[in-house]
T-cell receptor, first 113, second 115 residues
Framework: QKEVEQNSGPLSVPEGAIASLNCTYSDRVSQSFFWYRQYSGKSPELIMSIYSNGDKEDGRFTAQLNKASQYVSLLIRDSQPSDSATYLCAVRRTYNQGGKLIFGQGTELSVKP | KAGVTQTPRYLIKTRGQQVTLSCSPISGHRSVSWYQQTPGQGLQFLFEYFSETQRNKGNFPGRFSGRQFSNSRSEMNVSTLELGDSALYLC??????????????FGDGTRLSIL
């Protein structure tokens, strides 16, 4: 079992729709969770960080964390073609892992005009 | 505020050579982590440096090494290059690692190609 798992996609949604990206992790002691966006040929860009159970909203993005289910998700409302990218879920066991992030394989999102 | 700066952006080497990559973190950031990204394996953690000390290490052979200087700049070295070392090498910095929840910010990466 991989430490962090994501659906590889591609996930295709029409412009204006809600895109839902999911991520599960295997280590219960994981404490910090991050979503990065990576455009083709570019480096990952931080979108959201979440540390506590529940929802965290930032503009069109909402991150949801459920530690009991070991599940974190990212919702993108009013999806735009410019949101087309690969979305990477990253997990950190903060208390003794320092800067070590464990990444999922990424979900490719395609937003069709 | 300048972001994470990695040099060079592109590098072509041959098998058996060695290479040094450089990373300058965001001003004030003390933690620098290195990652390797390949199509098959995705993003994999190499190592992290904090206050000139390696604090974490991933599952890579000893040919991969690094160091951090007193100004937090970091270098990564790969010796005896193999074809499988062809990858995008990413550096990420954060204010500090450890007990902090500070997120990491990535540089543009160095694209290393081994011929």
């Amino acid at each position: 079992q991989k430490e962090v798992e994501q659906n590889s996609g591609p996930l295709s949604v029409p412009e204006g729709a809600i895109a839902s990206l999911n991520c599960t992790y295997s280590d219960r002691v994981s404490q910090s969770f991050f979503w990065y966006r990576q455009y083709s040929g570019k480096s990952p860009e931080l979108i959201m960080s979440i540390y506590s159970n529940g929802d965290k909203e930032d503009g069109r993005f909402t991150a949801q964390l459920n530690k009991a289910s070991q599940y974190v998700s990212l919702l993108i409302r009013d999806s735009q073609p410019s949101d087309s990218a690969t979305y990477l879920c990253a997990v950190r066991r903060t208390y003794n892992q320092g800067g070590k992030l464990i990444f999922g394989q990424g979900t490719e999102l395609s937003v069709k005009p | 505020k300048a972001g994470v700066t990695q040099t060079p952006r592109y590098l072509i080497k041959t098998r058996g050579q060695q290479v040094t990559l450089s990373c300058s973190p965001i001003s004030g950031h003390r933690s620098v982590s290195w990652y390797q990204q390949t199509p098959g394996q995705g993003l994999q953690f190499l190592f992290e440096y904090f206050s000139e000390t390696q604090r974490n290490k991933g599952n890579f052979p000893g040919r991969f090494s690094g160091r951090q200087f007193s100004n937090s700049r970091s270098e990564m070295n790969v010796s005896t290059l193999e074809l499988g070392d062809s990858a995008l090498y990413l550096c990420a910095s954060s204010l500090e690692g450890g007990l902090s929840n500070q997120p990491q910010h990535f540089g543009d990466g160095t694209r290393l190609s081994i011929l």
